[in-house]
């Protein structure tokens, strides 16, 4: 299944390139901005951190309106780029409340980290701030559903919340899996010099990850007996994907890089 999803990001991202640059220049620029603020007032922390707190914000929002482009994407429909400005609107409570959480548990880590093996530098403190980092990993494993959720179940913030635990503690390995994944997009991004994948691209591979994933859940509903089952674990999933897998197509690289040459 994992193969399958990597092929429809890729062929998902190629056919929505100009959408995923035009978001992730709205990313770029405004993150530049915040970044070169918050770097020159970085001895000051009443400062910065406020700011850095406004910058998580409005990235929480623009994550979660570019969730709704991202899942009509996955869900094989057409969009257009004013989708992403038209949906922002839309995104604000539950967007910045996401962007503040995030914030304040990434200012509230650093700090507590800090604190622990800098100025503690003792046995507890190292075991405190171990303790801390892999409840952050926890926490970033978790929460990487979050957009996903917003934008398939359309459910509110405390809901998705909640289902980004359920998600990930039902799906551990994969949520291991994307999340390693997740870091080889952020790694290729650096090299396209933040255009592609991206912000944008990372928002639509974990939101095909999560589709694909909660084909699971309807198999599950409708096979009961195999809830309380090892046969939980034997989820067909190469049937589970067919209809997906027929409408995306064979999509060869020669068909990608040469269409001209299909006929």
Not at 4 to 19: E, T
Not at 74 to 98: E, M, P, Q, R, Y
Not at 149 to 175: A, M, P, V
Not at 183 to 207: D, E, K, Q
């Amino acid at each position: 299944m994992f193969g399958f999803l990597i092929k429809k990001n890729f062929c998902d991202g190629w056919d929505n390139i100009f959408n995923l640059v035009v978001v992730n220049l709205v990313f770029l620029l405004s993150g530049l901005l915040f970044a070169g603020f918050i770097m020159v007032f970085f001895q000051w922390p009443l400062i910065w951190v406020p700011v850095f707190l406004l910058m998580t914000t409005l990235f929480g929002i623009f994550g979660v309106a570019y969730g709704t482009v991202a899942a009509n994407i996955a869900d094989f429909k057409g969009v257009h780029i004013t989708d992403f400005f038209h949906a922002i609107s839309k995104s604000l409570k539950d967007g910045a409340l996401f962007g503040i959480l995030c914030g304040f548990l990434s200012v509230i880590s650093v700090v507590a980290i800090k604190f622990y093996v800098v100025q503690l530098q003792s046995i507890p403190g190292f075991l405190l701030a171990a303790m801390l980092f892999w409840l952050d990993v926890v926490l970033i494993l978790s929460l990487q559903w979050f957009i996903p959720l917003h934008s398939l179940q359309n459910n509110d913030f405390k809901k998705c919340l909640k289902k980004c635990f359920l998600i990930f503690f039902d799906n551990t390995g994969f949520s291991i899996v994307n999340a390693l994944y997740t870091l080889v997009l952020s790694v290729f991004s650096v090299f396209c010099m933040g255009f592609v994948p991206s912000f944008a691209g990372i928002i639509l591979a974990h939101t095909n990850a999560l589709r694909l994933r909660l084909y699971k859940y309807d198999y599950l509903e409708e096979h009961p007996e195999l809830e309380a089952t090892r046969g939980r674990k034997n989820i067909p999933w190469e049937e589970l994907i067919y209809d997906d897998r027929e409408t995306l197509g064979p999509h060869k690289l020669k068909q990608i890089f040469f269409p001209w040459k299909n006929n």
